[in-house]
């Protein structure tokens, strides 16, 4: 299996789901157009472009070539954002920042505790004084008032 | 004449306002730091400091972004001069002959030579925005919904096109990018597309979040785990000035490269990437020593950094004349415009002459304030790349979550920000490129209006589009497009673009 063929495979089944997610709305006629009948279109103008990569990625280097070294690093960050998003309303932004900041320095990049302890600090709660007191930008501040 | 000159009058007593002059100096600042640094591109740039503008009238909000915008092609030569490393992708050509002229200790005059180019493309593409907005957006008044609709296709192609790589793939992209732009309520009939009951969905999903994961989150993805720390050559001041021979040797290049740069700027695409390339290869072909280029020609500094800067300011000619941009950048500047309540399109010019006078005199300053930040403050700056990319990248993080979070205080924008991170991610492990992608979310609201807007006004007959001269010239360029495309299936051998993205690859790895 090639790339190409791989990606072609992916966009065929995005584009009949969304045919398929499209027949809830209504299609219109030709001269009053509904709200599905662009989508409708495009995800069939979709489908032809995912079956032209099936067909001419043969020649497209393997799916296993994709190189992943950094992929476990790429997921502990999206992890880290994950948590983030999950805890910016209810911890506030300055602790939820706080915590992502140490794990990315501390866990992730092993920098020194001092150095750890200073830039998660000075980043979270410096970003907070930039943002939302000097230049007005509202954050959220969370049940305990960080 | 006489009114281009009142209208400038008018442009500089806005731009000169003590409030409006920070903004654009801030804007510079931001611009050359966004510029200097790897990784953090002016799209993200822009973007995480768009709602640092809300609190600011509509003026003072786009001379800042704009500023950022042009400020960080400046920015950009300093790392590709002093460490060969594009600090922004349009800085890569000046990467080979820049870096030759530092180790042969010339880094100076490079730097000199690529501010100075800089700032007189700069300026001259400022005269020709001024020149040329107005008429064509007066021209641009006889657009009904067929002519915008092919317009609109004919720009999403010409940047699928002109993007790199195969044209398949692209077109992909633009259409995913207008499925993603489908998302939320429909203006005409009220009906929610694509939401799963998810209010926050309502407006559809925005272009910040898309542009911030797709660019931002994704570059972070894709570079964790490497530890940058490159040898950074650091230029004494003195030797800034560049010879006799340096300066006559630019000029013929600076005034190539701002023309070039100015003319493909108009056009859809990565405007300000290709034009350094083709910069690179007219001053190649029409010099009388093309041997020397690689190894060192001031020329090869002098022509791409012209044109990078020439072509920034180009690609605002459809923004602001015609409410159409061209690629991801400018859709985030008319984001801006369009957040402070300002409708873009032919009429911007007359309705808003305040903005758009003042951000054309905001740009002749800006470029002066540029020249003076570049060149005595540049050691400042080379400073910045000191800082270990282990912590450079967890502040961009925290930047991008702040920029999302902040356009509509919303956590669903941060978590579209987080998928479309993933999809950027997973794009680039499989030679998919995000741009054509971003401009179709942009487009989507007004290719659907002018689509459905036209087929009403034709009964429901596709031959409106060809019926009307206008848009069968859109439409005919598209076609050549579309033939272009193709050329390489039937021709062996790679075209340009293939060799543009070959070379894009090879910098990046």
Sequence with gaps: ??????????????????????????????????????????????????????????????????????????????????????????????????????????????LKWWMVFSLSVGLSFGSFWLFDTMLKVILPRGGLGF | MGETLQNLYLGFSTALIP????????GCLVGTLVGVLPGVGPLAGISLLLPTTFGLNPTSAIILLSGIYYGAMYGGSTTSILMRIPGEAAS????????????????????????????????????GLMLLAPPLAKYALRFGPPEYFSLLVLGLLVL??????????????????????????????????????????????????????LFGISEILTTAGQSIRPEVIKPRLKDLLPSKKELRDS?????????????????????????????????????KHPERFGKGAIEGVAGPESANNAASCGALVPMLALGVPTGPIPAVLLAALMVHGINPGPML????????????????????????????????????????????????????????????????????MIVMGILGYVLRKYDFEPAPMVLGVVLAPIVEMSFRQALAMSAGSYMIFVQRPISVVFLVATLVMIILALKPLVKKGKDWRERFTKVEKDEET
């Design chain 2, 160 to 213: 699928g096109y002109m993007t790199g790589g195969p044209m398949v793939k692209n077109l992909t992209m633009i259409v995913l990018g207008l499925l993603f732009g489908m998302i939320g309520i429909d203006h005409f009939s009220g009906y929610f597309r694509f939401s799963y009951g998810l209010v926050a969905l309502g407006d559809g999903i925005g272009i910040v979040p898309v542009a911030v994961g």
């Design chain 2, 251 to 287: 000029m013929a290049p600076i005034g190539r490269g701002s023309l070039l740069g100015f003319l493909i700027g108009i056009i859809p695409g990565s405007a300000h990437i290709i034009s350094t390339f083709i910069s690179y290869a007219v001053e190649r072909r029409v010099s």
């Design chain 2, 92 to 127: 890569v050509m000046t990467c080979i002959d820049g870096y030759a002229l530092a180790q042969k200790g010339r880094a100076g005059p490079a730097l000199a030579i690529s501010a100075i180019g800089s700032y007189i493309a700069g300026t001259a593409s400022v005269i």
């Design chain 2, 349 to 416: 010019i007359k309705e808003q002459p305040v903005i758009f006078w003042g951000l054309i005199a905001s740009m002749y300053v800006g470029n002066f304030i540029l020249l003076l930040l570049n060149l005595p403050l540049v050691g400042i700056f080379v400073n910045f790349l000191r800082v270990p990319y282990k912590i450079l990248y967890p502040t961009i993080l925290m930047l991008c979550v702040v920029g999302v979070y902040a356009v509509n205080s919303s956590i669903v924008d941060v978590w579209i």
């Design chain 1, 1 to 110: 299996m090639t790339k190409d063929r791989l990606s072609g495979i992916i966009l065929l089944l995005l584009a009949v789901f969304v045919m398929i997610e499209t027949r809830v709305l209504p299609l219109g006629t030709h001269s009053r157009p509904g709200p599905g009948y662009l989508p409708l279109l495009l995800s069939s103008f979709l489908a032809i472009l995912g079956v032209i990569l099936i067909v001419w990625g043969r020649l497209a280097s393997s799916w296993r070539s994709v190189k992943w070294s950094e992929g476990l690093h790429a997921l502990a960050i999206l992890a880290g954002s994950v948590f983030t998003t999950l805890t910016l309303e209810t911890l506030g932004y300055r602790l939820t920042m706080l915590i992502l900041m140490v794990f990315l320095f501390g866990v992730m990049e092993r």
């Design chain 2, 19 to 26: 409030m409006n002059f920070f903004y654009g100096f801030m």
